[in-house]
């Protein structure tokens, strides 16, 4: 089944396109890693499918509802956790959880909000306010935030943007554990992250679909022994990453 389906998914700006007919299949439960320089069309073609910004053709489909004719239908199967860390700093972990839940009208906000602190590991941090946690924590309360109404599909800008070593392996293992139940849509510029966590990666350049598959299959079809390389010869002409 497939929880995401583009059909020439386009956006035009001042008689440019930004995305160029978009033709895309995203499985329920992958996690589908869309790469590309600056300016391809990742930033663009996220916010059309998350109902932000309307399409100047084309469709899609997020389990079965259109972006067209349904947007307030996609709204519900879906959350964004932006490039912006989204926390109140003056409230504590646990205070934005139930924020948010409080924001959806969840009942039993703090059960909640405490069950998916403990899937996210947020345990030693819920009483502390947001602004004095590091980078790191910020990042997965943010993430915990977007799962706070147990979204189908979920949206990560950048999620490690910025993060040391440590911290940035240490929300791998807090994406990785979405695989198999939350449709998960990555966007990075850190490539080895895209391999250590993608089942398929899509390869955008000039807001046209250039390549789409496992890092093993794009680094095959672009005849090469690592991802980098696959990355720039497949993105070809569109400059480093």
């Not at 084309?58 to 067209?68: E, H, K, N």
């Not at 030693?124 to 947001?130: D, E, I, M, N, S």
Request: aromatic share 4%; net charge neutral.
């Amino acid at each position: 089944m497939n929880a995401i389906e583009t059909r020439g998914l386009t956006k035009v700006y001042g008689g440019k396109a930004a995305v160029n007919h978009l033709d895309l299949k995203v499985k329920a439960g992958e996690l589908f890693a869309l790469l590309g320089v600056n300016g391809a069309g990742k930033s663009t073609a996220i916010r059309m499918l998350s109902c932000l910004t309307p399409p100047s053709g084309g469709d899609a489909l997020l389990l079965g509802d259109s972006i067209l004719t349904a947007p307030e239908r996609v709204k519900r199967h879906i959350a964004v956790s932006p490039q912006e860390t989204a926390v109140a700093p003056n409230l504590t972990a646990a205070e934005n959880l139930e924020l948010m839940a409080g924001v959806y009208g969840l009942t039993g906000r703090r059960d909640r909000a405490a069950a998916l602190a403990g899937e996210l590991g947020l345990g030693p941090v819920l009483g502390k306010r947001a602004k004095v946690l590091s980078g790191g924590w910020q990042r997965r309360l943010s993430i915990a935030m977007a799962l706070i109404t147990e979204p189908e599909i979920l949206f990560l800008d950048e999620p490690t943007l910025g993060l040391d070593v440590l911290a940035r392996r240490e929300l791998w293992g807090v994406i990785r554990g979405l695989k198999g139940r939350t449709t998960t849509i990555l966007t990075t510029h850190y490539l080895e992250e895209a391999e250590a966590l993608a089942d398929r990666v899509g390869i955008l350049a000039a807001g046209s679909l250039r390549a789409v598959g496992t890092p093993e299959e794009l680094k095959a079809l672009a005849g090469t022994d690592d991802f980098e390389s696959a990355f720039l010869a497949l993105a070809a002409g569109e400059g480093a990453a």
